[in-house]
Nanobody, 124 residues
Framework: QVQLVESGGGLVQPGGSLRLSCEAS????????INWYRQAPGKQRELVAT???????NYADSVKGRFTISRDNTKNTVYPQMNSLKPEDTAVYYC??????????????????WGQGTQVTVSS
């Protein structure tokens, strides 16, 4: 069964840094792309970054220059490095992955999966 587990969130002061992770487990054949979203209370979900299968990352203007995402294909894990954090970065961060998995009946299935979310709070 495919599962995405996130970690690394917490409380940090403005200007501080956090390193999140999203590990995909299960019978995964291929991860097509990875998206990172965040949602603050009372606000709509925001796409903050994407990573292609080739490792090319794109960032929203709100985080560009501060966030850097690396990908470890061996571990099926992606690591957003978040620097120079601001109070407006406070949100629950979710990873979303479009991938192909192999079920127990040997059928290959392509669909998107979501992590459980990890809370990032930036406050002095």
């Amino acid at each position: 069964q495919v599962q995405l587990v996130e970690s690394g969130g917490g409380l940090v002061q403005p200007g501080g840094s956090l390193r999140l992770s999203c590990e995909a487990s299960g019978n995964i054949f291929s991860i097509i792309n990875i998206n990172w979203y965040r949602q603050a209370p009372g606000k709509q979900r925001e796409l903050v970054a994407t990573v292609t299968n080739g490792g090319i990352a794109n960032y929203a203007d709100s985080v560009k220059g501060r966030f850097t995402i690396s990908r470890d294909n061996t571990k099926n894990t992606v690591y957003p490095q978040m620097n120079s954090l601001k109070p407006e970065d406070t949100a629950v961060y979710y990873c979303n992955e479009e991938l192909i998995s192999r079920e127990r009946n040997q059928v290959f299935t392509q669909r998107a999966y979501w992590g459980q979310g990890t809370q990032v709070t930036v406050s002095s």
